[in-house]
């Protein structure tokens, strides 16, 4: 999981075990989480989510790194048949964002962005959290392609997946400047913070009367035209020029705080102003956040997590945020 700082990395690595239990039944089976941390780690992310829910006290930016081991599981339901179950390990580190989103003149600590890239050059999935209500155009222009070289490069971290072990026993000329594919199977494009947005949206659409709840411009959005909104076609394309074959691209938008069902158009920070914990915790809901982990965990898209598979559909065709929904056609 990687992202510019403040683009809700934590946030969304807190919202993953109780959107588990709170997303949509699927018809190959729910997926539970559990946490193979240490107890440090457990209660640094359970922590995270209390506060930030009941408090509206947003985790601070991520100073070091933390490691976090996730389990996920799937049991498969198919009438006449026995139940299968499918097991997903997940293990990830959250980090500074500006390791490998530094803006101009930061000083980044070379060793700790070397673990980041090596980790991320043997990842099986990769997800990429930008904020959905801040243009990252300008900071992603000037590191995704470096990043994308780093991790695609024949040279580099001392245990190398199976292919690239086999490539050094083959007879080759000097690798200079020699890439492969993505070793990835799976890259999301998580655009967050898609409440703020969808607020924003719905009450320019009433002073048009035109009634439409927040909920219903998140779920009416296009990740991939908002993606290319947001940080441009250009770097859509390296990301996909670097995919291999049959790896998967996926767009999606999500809100770790979610929105409020029959709450009058108001954001959870509005509506659990004066509210106490339980009642909070009691009403919160993400939003795409299971629908993200599902396509990480399953490689299935659905509601706001959207595939993409074609170049040409990397292309910004209209502007954003308002022509693309169709309420507004």
Known sequence: MIGPPRAGKT???????????????????????????TVDGQSLLSG??????????????????????????????????????????????DTPGDLLFPKQGTQVNVDLRNRL?????????????????????ELVERQLRSILDSITSL??????????????????????????????VRFLILLTQIDKLAHSVSRQLREQDLDVSPLAVAKAIDPVALALELIGERN???????????????????????FLRGSSGQTFTEWSAGRDAQERLGAWSSFGVYEALRFITTGRCGGPVKRVHDLSELVRERALPLDSFPFMR
């Open 236 to 258: 859509l394309r390296r990301i996909w020029s670097v995919m291999g074959r049959r790896a998967r691209l996926a767009v999606g938008v999500s809100s770790a705080r979610g």
């Open 155 to 184: 040279s580099g971290p001392e245990n190398p997946g199976f292919w690239r072990r086999l490539l050094r026993w083959i007879p080759q000329r000097p690798q200079v400047g020699r890439h492969v594919p993505l070793a990835s």
């Open 11 to 37: 946030c969304v690595l807190a919202a993953l075990e109780p959107a588990c239990y709170a997303g949509p039944l699927d018809d190959d089976g729910q997926l539970n989480l559990r946490h193979g941390f």
């Open 117 to 137: 890239l090596g980790q991320a050059k043997e990842a099986s999935s990769i997800i990429l959290v930008l904020d959905s209500t801040a243009s990252s155009a």
């Open 48 to 93: 995270y989510t209390v506060d930030w829910v009941t408090r509206d006290e947003d985790p601070h930016s991520t100073l070091g790194c933390t490691d976090y081991m996730l389990e996920v599981t799937v049991q498969a339901r198919r009438p006449g048949f026995r139940s299968s179950q499918r097991v997903t390990t997940i293990q990830c580190t």
